[in-house]
């Protein structure tokens, strides 16, 4: 796993892809908090967080289209299926390395908590707890467009098809309220990523919502092996 | 190491790519896979290596089964596959290092990479980006990676595709010197290389062997030494049966139409007799005249076409028996053996007329069947030349 993962970190940073995502995830998040925290002179930075959601739809399937489309297009994924270790940790070594760089994208919240503690008191824990919500997040959507890598040779596939996946998530609310059996619409609503992070974002640290997160983080993980089980076995 | 196989297959739907194979490869010994495009070459080997799982069968390395424990039977592999798996965005030092770690190599190393950068010689281009190297150079750096750890089991899937010559001969010699240390398995659908490197060829065909055997065995059991092709001017029947009636020929058969009157006789004598002179000395005699005259040997790469086209002379002997004695009984209408002095007279009669019968159509199947493997083998010498070229 180390050597994939070290490898996958490497490849963002020799490749435009961190650049591009760190680029403009600081200039969007950037500007979302001067919009909401600085220009409206408060040390509260839900309008921050709650627009953070948005733009991860957009930028982490462009961390993650390549990962795996790449590697059976150029074959090299064979390199990968004939070294003796097993699959679990080529998905997990790809997974943590994109963890990673995610990680670096989003600790700039931590730097904007720093600069409003100048003009007024921040509350951390709000904050951090803010920022654990964020991480884990993201940790669900990048498995899940991990998963979707692993099932095309096409990037821009897999980047598309990972977005308007991620989407859906985003609107699964407005979709719930637009089908009249209820029970069908009671399930959507609780699948709901946007209410589950919202409720974060407002203040309410509840443990299920990260439990929710995490698991969907580890099942897509899973069917990513499972992906690759498979071809082996067609 | 020892490789052993037991009735592998892989079925991709109806289609069976590699079909109840059965092989084993001893310790230190270079095998060659040989077979035309799409014969289930890359197939096997991806098997073997554990890169796709088999339908059936089994797949041993050092007696461990890939399947079921992939890990262990695949730490003793290195697998160059048909294209490289390499990453084009890196140096090649950067991605040897990976390589390094991927494979958990406890060797010392720097010792042990730059040993393998002198084996395979990219020490002078081992801070260039892969995709900028050259197809020679991207091969090497291939085999470079089966390389590191040094497995004792190397599975090189043509490994001198797209070479030039002189880069394949550089190969060939570094598997053959691999091959003092290493058990090589390598598939190639040239001759001239598997005839080159190899101890030991398995021709695949359609997903089966259809020969397992060394290099020089192959080629002289396949040969019909005591066979010659003549072609003589002169009238057929007379020829045929003339020839027919000198000492120690089994058989006579008018292959091929060349012209007017002249024909290409196969003609089969007693293992060990040379009956090129009495049949020169037939021929002055009736004021024939032979145009040429050649032994029936078979090249390893007609032994190739012959295996694969499933042109195999051993079979059209056997049909050409089978129909024999179905028109012998048509003819006869009685059993041989029922009175057989009789008999072996009407024999006498029957084969003749048979033999023109049989003339008939060997004539017609056999030359299109001829023709077609000429044609392969024509364009196949020219497909040589232009590569020595």
Same mark, same amino acid.
Request: hydrophobic share 40%; charged share 30%; net charge neutral.
């Given at each position: 796993m180390g050597a994939i993962f070290r490898r996958e970190l490497n490849a963002f940073f020799t490749s435009a892809v961190a650049y591009i995502f760190l680029g403009v995830f600081y200039l969007l998040s950037g500007f979302f908090f001067i919009n909401s925290s600085i220009a409206g002179k408060t040390a509260d930075m839900s309008g921050a967080f709650a627009s953070a959601f948005l733009v991860l739809i957009f930028l982490i399937p462009l961390m993650t289209m390549k990962l795996f489309s790449e590697e059976k297009k150029q074959r090299t994924e064979q390199g990968l299926l004939t070294a003796p270790i097993g699959i679990s940790s080529i998905v997990l070594g790809k997974y943590f390395a994109t963890l990673v760089l995610y990680t670096i994208g989003i600790s700039i919240f931590l730097v904007y908590a720093l600069i409003l503690e100048f003009f007024g008191s921040v509350e951390w824990t709000m904050v951090l707890a803010n920022f654990v919500a964020l991480w884990f997040l993201g940790a669900a959507f990048i498995a899940v467009t991990l998963f979707i890598s692993s099932l095309t040779e096409n990037q821009i596939i897999a980047a598309i098809v990972g977005f308007i996946s991620l989407m859906v998530l985003y609107l699964i609310d407005s979709i719930a309220t637009m089908i009249p059996v209820e029970f069908i619409s009671k399930i959507l609503t609780d699948l709901s990523f946007y209410s589950k992070y919202n409720e974060f974002v407002s203040g309410l640290f509840n443990l299920s919502s990260v439990l929710f997160f995490l698991s969907t983080a580890v099942l897509f993980n899973f069917l990513t092996a499972r992906v690759f089980e498979k071809r082996r076995w067609s | 190491m020892v490789i052993q196989v037991k009735n592998l297959s892989k079925h991709y739907g109806e289609k069976k790519a590699v079909d109840d194979i059965t092989f084993e490869v001893k310790d230190g010994e270079i095998l060659g896979f040989l077979g035309p495009n799409g014969a289930g070459k890359s197939t096997t080997m991806n098997m073997l290596t554990g890169y796709i799982s088999s339908t059936s069968g089994q797949a041993l390395i050092n007696g461990i089964d890939i399947m079921e424990n992939p890990k262990k039977a695949k730490s003793y592999i290195g697998y160059l596959p048909e294209i490289p798996p390499l990453y084009v965005d890196m140096t090649v030092k950067a991605y040897l290092d990976f390589v390094y770690d991927l494979k958990k190599c406890r060797l010392s190393r720097t010792k042990h990479l730059q040993e393998i950068y002198d084996l395979v010689k990219i020490t002078d281009v081992k801070?260039?980006?892969?995709?900028? %190297?050259s197809k020679g150079y991207k091969q090497r750096v291939g085999l470079a990676q089966a390389l590191i750890g040094n497995p004792p089991v190397l599975i090189l899937d043509?490994?001198?595709?797209? %070479?030039d010559p002189k880069q394949i001969i550089e190969i060939r010699a570094l598997i053959k010197k691999l091959g003092k240390n290493h058990t090589v398995i390598l598939s190639s659908h040239i001759l001239s290389e598997i005839q080159a490197v190899c101890d030991r060829i398995i021709i695949i065909n359609k997903g089966k062997i259809s020969a397992n055997d060394t290099t020089e065995n192959l080629s002289k059991n396949m040969t019909n030494d005591h066979k010659i092709i003549a072609q003589i001017e002169g009238p057929r029947e007379e020829v045929y049966k003339a020839v027919r009636a000198i000492k120690d020929v089994i058989s006579v058969r008018a292959d091929m139409n060349r012209g007017d009157n002249i024909y290409d006789y196969e003609i089969e004598a007693k293992p060990g007799v040379d009956i090129r002179k009495p049949l020169n000395k037939l021929v002055m005699e009736r004021n024939w005249y032979i145009l040429k005259l050649q032994p029936n040997e078979l090249t390893l790469e007609d032994v190739f076409l012959k295996i694969v086209m499933g042109d195999s002379p051993k079979i059209e002997q056997e049909l050409t028996d089978e129909k024999k004695a179905k028109i012998l009984d048509e003819v006869l209408g009685k059993k041989p053996e029922d009175k057989k002095a009789e008999a072996d007279k009407a024999i006498d009669e029957a084969q003749e007329k048979l033999k023109e019968v049989l003339n008939g159509i060997t004539q017609k199947k056999p030359s299109e069947k001829t023709q077609k493997l000429n044609t392969s083998l024509n364009k196949k010498k020219t497909d040589k030349k232009g590569d020595e070229k």
């Open positions: - | 801070d260039r980006i892969i995709k900028n %190297l043509e490994p001198t595709v797209g %070479l």
